[in-house]
């Protein structure tokens, strides 16, 4: 197939062009087209579409999601986890190890694989918990997670409070090359709070925390890793005082990198009061789909995420793709599970409330979803960098596309968006791995006709 007249957004070689894209079982090539190619184009062996208005870029990478299994199949699996991030226009992604039991010895990463191998669509990065049975206490046989296949090392839904072990976990992940990820939420400061401490939690009587559970150990953490020279990664940074020290420790030049959801970059706290904002309709008070950790804050962090992430002080977008059964949100807000499924709207949301607004542009969001993930893993042998060239990966996009969201269409089993009903504007048209279509061919049958 020949698409015509697209743009091709390539991070890794700084290539933005609009021009014709050849693409065949495993081969993307962006103008100008080789002999054959062209011969194929001119004899009419190969199809020509209208490519116009189009965008092809690599696949994204998300550095964390929860695909549920072993243990949890009723809320997903890696062959529908994975399906929902072909949608998504994922190609690659960092399967977080709080399944059941936790993925915390090398025959569970590699049963991760397997399954991986045998029902996934797109590429399944297994990350090994840091501590044994994720309790927090002893490190994990790290060198041996490693082995099997583990890309990082998180207790992600818990943090590691204990300071030695978390010190100990740094010093070995150290020798390892690969980052420990924190999930940052201070057990003590937390309590049981459900909501960001603000006038929204005080009003709906739901108990809050402050941004400050996540910067202290946010902050310990980054003493901690400059001990060990270690690399840490900060997962879900959600508060505008993380931001700060984030950027004091890579202006030292420490090795610390981090990840903001999407769900941060646009939703606020006042979500849970059903307000939605003014071009989406209002949803209701208390939707459990808002429950999250940690969780939708002000306007202010908002804001701060998104110049954090524009800026680079933040690498990546990731997903935190946390699906949950029916019975789990059909709860008191309290007692809700935490997690909203978001793989699928990712792209979408982050189009419409980052790109469409003009808070930044749609080559440094691609590069947020591609080199600025893959970057943090550059420690993993054959990741961490993209060929100077497309492919295999790529995603197709529809930038300007609008869409409403319905979970019921949703390939997830987590039904679990606060975003039902509200129209996004920004679609995934098709994702390619490894030179095959995993989501879209229908999409990419139905492009306008122009040769061949
Ligand atoms: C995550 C989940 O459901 O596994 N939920 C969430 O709200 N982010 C784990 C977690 O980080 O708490």
Redesign the pocket.
């Known amino acids: 197939m020949l698409l015509r007249g697209a743009r091709v957004i390539d991070p890794a070689s700084g290539t933005d062009v609009v021009g014709d894209v050849y693409i065949e079982a495993g081969v993307f090539q962006a103008e100008p087209l080789t002999d054959d190619q062209n011969a194929r184009v001119d004899q009419g062996r190969t199809k020509v579409v209208n490519g116009t208005g189009l965008v092809v870029s690599p696949g994204f990478v998300d550095l964390h999601c929860?695909l549920?299994e072993p243990g949890q199949e009723h809320k997903e699996t890696i062959a529908t986890g994975t399906e929902a991030a072909a949608r998504g226009g994922f190609t690659t992604v960092c399967a977080?190890p709080?399944t059941n039991p936790p993925i915390d010895s090398p025959g569970l990463v590699e049963f991760v694989l397997k399954r991986a191998k045998e029902t996934g669509i797109v590429r399944v990065l297994p990350i090994g918990t840091i501590t044994a049975g994720r309790q927090g206490e002893r490190v994990a046989d790290l060198e041996e997670l490693a082995s099997a296949g583990a890309v990082a090392f998180s207790d992600?839904?818990?943090p590691v409070a204990n300071p030695q072990t978390m010190r100990n976990a740094l010093m070995i992940a150290r020798n390892l090359n690969l980052p420990i990820i924190q999930?940052c939420?201070d057990p003590a400061i937390l309590g049981d709070a459900v909501a960001h401490e603000g006038w929204v939690s005080q009003r709906l009587g739901l108990t809050g925390a402050p941004g400050a559970a996540e910067e202290s150990l946010a902050a310990r953490d980054i003493e901690l890793a400059a001990l060990t020279r270690a690399h840490l990664h900060l997962?879900?940074v959600s508060s505008a005082g993380t931001i700060d020290l984030i950027k004091r420790a890579k202006d030292r030049g420490r090795k610390v990198t981090a990840e903001v959801m999407p769900h941060h970059l646009a939703l606020t706290d006042e979500w849970l009061l059903g307000d939605r904002g003014s071009d989406w309709p209002t949803g209701s008070e208390y939707d459990t789909n808002l429950?999250?950790?940690?969780p939708v804050r002000s306007p202010e962090d908002v804001e701060a995420m998104a110049i954090a992430l524009r800026d680079g002080v933040i690498d990546a977008v990731a997903t935190?793709h946390?699906?949950?059964a029916w019975e789990d949100k059909a709860v008191p807000f309290g007692e809700a599970?935490?997690?909203?499924s978001g793989i699928e709207t990712a792209f979408g949301l982050l189009m419409t409330r980052l790109v469409h607004t003009g808070v930044i542009d749609l080559p440094m969001l691609i590069t947020r979803m591609t080199i600025g993930p893959a970057s943090v893993l550059a420690g993993v042998p054959g990741l961490g960098t993209f060929s100077e060239k497309l492919g295999p990966d790529v995603v197709i996009l529809d930038p300007n596309q609008e869409w409403t969201v319905d979970p019921d269409e949703f390939a997830s089993k987590g039904k679990n968006t606060p975003l039902t009903g509200c129209t996004l504007r920004g679609a995934v048209v098709a994702t390619i791995v490894g030179g095959r279509v995993v989501h879209g061919e229908k999409a990419l049958d139905a492009l306008e006709r122009v040769g061949g």
């Open positions: 929860h549920r977080m709080n992600d839904g818990s999930h939420e997962a879900h429950r999250v950790n940690p935190d946390a699906p949950h599970a935490p997690g909203i």
